[in-house]
């Protein structure tokens, strides 16, 4: 029987962390000391003109303080620009606290164009180095965690900038009603360089603040924020994930004074906004083996797969669950072979373990059962979030990116093609679904859905697939699905024993 601890919020954590790095940088472009305007016109400032060259924010989450940014400006003596960035965030995630902290350090032009950077992140103890230079067309990068090094190099056309400039962009390149953009960005968290789209207009939120402002919208990684500013281009607010989380310009010891407050708060925020309440409670999930479900607010293309077959209509999502619904072969395993930053299938440590685990295994099959025996018997469930497989193994903890992330592993080295599943499962505790991690493997020509947070080699009928990948920008969509999804359930039935 699974265990009801959830522990799996992690999905929209990672992208709410990747989310506030961008978030928080709108504040340091704050102008002060300007005359007044007689009507939104265009404003332009240059790095050097900026009069704060150091800001520090705070970050809300459902209007509870959860963390603060600081960032500052720098000019260099060669002319070039020193942007860094101290970023740190504290969850209560399903009775535990989790705490994840960003630094990064970018060297910019005076047209805010990515020189090179530095960057760490850390979860819960677990550490992420990033390392990058750019050339005319190339970013040679260098990652570091766990003891494991990767180097890759992407390729791009046209100017590159950082993600911590995004803020920059408008004050530097025009803050002009109707004007919109569209440029490159690096993401260190992400670790991909992908496009911002921007869009400036004037508009009046009476309800909000007094007289014009600026209203800047900016789409990045699937995910959208609102910047306003005033009409002397001061920064009032900006609000992101559905105007659930939003940045507030503060004092040094205003911006920080949450960490006390934070672990005096008994609440769950992310479980709570995360939480998909349904029209009714199901008991032992574990044992349901089909189910009719009706999603709403869910506007991503559903991904197929085992046990799982759904289609819009005027909307709505329909639903058809299975356990045991395998799909079968489509031909292209490379991918779920393959070794990651994240899922460490190449790494001596994880093949050394996954020959000790599947030493007396005969079959997929059961390579697969010795694997998730060995995951129930040496990781603990507990919401400790990680950068890998590797951090898992270290730790010996996690939740359930960390449990599919070393089940992957292991099973990708023991020659199971496995690939990582990111959606919604139903919880009987928090009666509703709430987002989940798990797997999906090739056994014997059919993918099937796997669950090693808990311990199903078949997972239940309560699994919906929303994204399939196992990068950090692959889940990045999740985060605008929070506070939107409605489901209803409209039949299921229990497995027969």
Same mark, same amino acid.
């Given at each position: 029987?699974? @265990?009801?601890?959830?522990g799996c919020v992690a999905s929209p ?31 332009? #400032? ?41 970023? /740190? ?6 009775? $535990? ?31 992420? %180095? ?26 791009y056309s046209g100017s590159l900038y950082? @993600? ?19 440029? @490159? ?48 281009? &001061? #920064? ?14 503060? +004092?040094?010891?205003? *911006? ?21 309440r349904t029209d009714r409670t199901l008991?032992?999930?574990? &044992? ?22 759904? %289609?819009?209509?005027?909307? /709505?999502?329909?639903?058809?669950? *299975? ?5 079968? $072969? ?7 072979? *393959? ?6 299938? +190449?790494? !001596? ?12 295994? &005969?079959?997929?099959?059961? %390579? ?11 990781? &603990? ?16 903890? *996690? ?9 992957? !592993? ?17 919880? !009987?505790?928090?009666?509703? #679904?709430?987002?989940?991690?798990? !797997? ?9 859905? /796997?669950?090693?947070? $808990? ?43």
């Amino acid at each position: 029987m699974r @265990a009801d601890y959830i522990g799996c919020v992690a999905s929209p954590v990672r992208a709410l962390f990747r989310l506030l790095l961008v978030l928080v940088c709108w504040a340091a472009t704050i102008p002060g000391g300007l005359a007044q305007h007689e009507s939104l016109g265009a404003l332009r #400032f240059t790095l050097d003109s900026l009069p704060q060259q150091e800001i520090w924010a705070g970050l809300t989450l459902g209007g509870e303080k959860i963390g603060y940014s600081h960032t500052t400006v720098r000019q260099r003596t060669d002319g070039r620009y020193d942007i860094l960035t101290e970023s /740190v965030l504290l969850l209560r995630m399903l009775g $535990f606290e989790s705490l994840m902290e960003a630094r990064t350090r970018d060297i910019v032009r005076a047209d805010l164009t990515l020189d090179r950077f530095e960057a760490e992140f850390l979860m819960n103890g677990n550490r992420l %180095k990033v390392e990058g230079r750019a050339s005319t067309t190339s970013l040679a990068l260098t990652l570091g965690n766990a003891g494991n090094r990767i180097d890759r190099n992407l390729e791009y056309s046209g100017s590159l900038y950082p @993600a911590s400039v995004v803020g920059f962009y408008a004050p530097v390149y025009g803050i002009e009603p109707g004007r919109a953009v569209r440029f @490159a960005v690096f993401n260190p968290q992400s670790l991909q360089i992908g496009p911002v789209e921007q869009h400036v207009k004037a508009n009046d939120p009476a309800d909000r603040f007094a007289g014009l402002a600026y209203e800047i919208s900016t789409r990045m990684e699937g995910q959208d924020s609102i910047l306003w500013l005033d009409r002397n281009g &001061r #920064f009032l607010l900006e609000e992101a994930m559905n105007g659930s989380m939003a940045a507030i310009p503060e +004092s040094e010891p205003g *911006a920080k004074a949450y960490l006390s407050a934070a672990r005096l708060n008994s609440r769950d925020l992310v479980a709570g906004l995360s939480l998909v309440r349904t029209d009714r409670t199901l008991d032992h999930p574990d &044992r349901i083996g089909r189910m009719e479900l009706e999603l709403t607010g869910v506007d991503l293309p559903l991904a197929s797969g085992p046990g799982q077959r759904c %289609k819009a209509h005027d909307g /709505v999502w329909h639903c058809e669950l *299975a356990s045991g619904l395998f799909e079968p $072969f489509d031909g292209d395993v490379a991918g779920s072979m *393959a070794s990651s930053l994240t899922v460490t299938a +190449s790494d !001596a440590r994880i093949i050394r373990l996954a020959k000790q685990i599947t030493v007396d295994a &005969r079959s997929d099959e059961q %390579k697969l059962r010795a694997i998730l025996r060995w995951l129930e018997a040496n990781i &603990r469930q507990e919401a400790a979030d990680g950068f890998s497989a590797l951090d898992v193994l270290s730790s010996r903890r *996690a939740e359930c990116q960390g449990h599919t992330y070393l089940y992957s !592993a292991l099973a990708r080295s023991s020659g199971v093609p496995t690939r990582v599943a990111n959606g919604l499962v139903y919880s !009987a505790d928090h009666g509703g #679904f709430l987002y989940h991690t798990w !797997a999906e493997s090739l056994v014997d020509g059919q993918w099937r859905a /796997v669950d090693p947070t $808990f311990g199903q080699l078949i997972a239940d009928a309560t699994h919906v697939k929303i994204i399939e990948g196992e990068e950090y920008a692959d889940v990045a969509p999740i985060v605008n699905l929070i506070g939107k999804v409605g489901a209803k359930i409209r039949s299921y039935e229990y497995r027969r024993e």
